[in-house]
């Protein structure tokens, strides 16, 4: 099928530890797997998107990696902050059409 | 603020009404999106456009829901004889075509109530 399979649904972590998302995907014609955030009651931005010809991406504390082969695409966020909590949600598609995942809610703990 | 910008932000409708919702995406941005989000859930994608071009609609899209983009600027969104189960947030999105990602910049959202 099309949809985004996305674990966990919540997540809670100590201020400072790291989290990981992860996601699973069926559609062998997915090439763009964006990462949004939702903050409560905001609109969903982009934090980090990765392409299928890349297996890894960093940005400062946040990093995606992607395993084409077993269909699954990942989440790190290291030395999570308080403002990281929010819900994040990925998707996978094209530039025409995205499928997101139910989303995962982020609390971090101070 | 030249973000997307979504009206109404909140709309209460009787089931039966018609409704209408208007977005106005980012100025040089040629593609357009709508999509749904109910609670606790991603969005779910409606409909897509480049330019006035209306490219990709979801399949599981009622007939009841239609949307235009006319001159390739603003966008409509109508849902017609409401049901309950159209109570969501929908959300306009746009994109600019020679970006090197393929963000989506999200409205604020209209959030519908159909009692």
């Known amino acids: 099928g099309e949809n985004v399979e996305q674990h966990p649904s919540t997540l809670s972590v100590q201020e400072g530890d790291s989290a990981v998302i992860k996601c699973t995907y069926s559609?062998?014609?997915?090439?763009?797997f964006p990462w949004y955030k939702q903050e409560l009651g905001k609109r969903p931005q982009l934090i980090i998107d990765?392409?299928?010809?890349?297996g890894e991406k960093k940005d400062q504390r946040i990093a995606v990696t992607l395993n084409k082969t077993a269909k699954h695409f990942s989440l790190h966020i290291t030395e999570t902050q308080p403002e990281d909590s929010a819900v994040y949600f990925c998707?996978?598609?094209?530039?025409?059409?995205?499928?997101f995942g139910s989303g995962t809610q982020l609390t971090v703990l101070p | 603020d030249t973000g997307v910008s979504q009206d109404p932000r909140h709309k209460i409708t009787k089931r039966g009404q018609n409704v209408t919702f208007r977005c106005d995406p980012i100025s040089e941005h040629n593609r357009l999106y709508w999509y749904r989000q109910t609670l606790g859930q991603g969005p779910e994608f409606l409909t897509y456009f480049q330019n006035e071009a209306q490219l990709e609609k979801s399949r599981l899209l009622s007939d009841r829901f239609s949307a235009e983009r006319p001159k390739g600027s603003f966008s409509t969104l109508e849902i017609q004889r409401t049901e309950q189960g159209d109570s969501a947030m929908y959300l306009c999105?746009?994109?600019?075509?020679?970006?090197?990602?393929?963000?989506?910049?999200f409205g604020e959202g209209s959030r519908l109530t159909v009692l």
């Open positions: 999105a746009s994109s600019f075509d020679g970006a090197y990602t393929g963000e989506l910049f």
């Open positions: 998707a996978r598609g094209s530039a025409r059409q995205l499928t």
């Open positions: 990765i392409r299928s010809n890349v």
């Open positions: 559609d062998s014609a997915s090439n763009y």
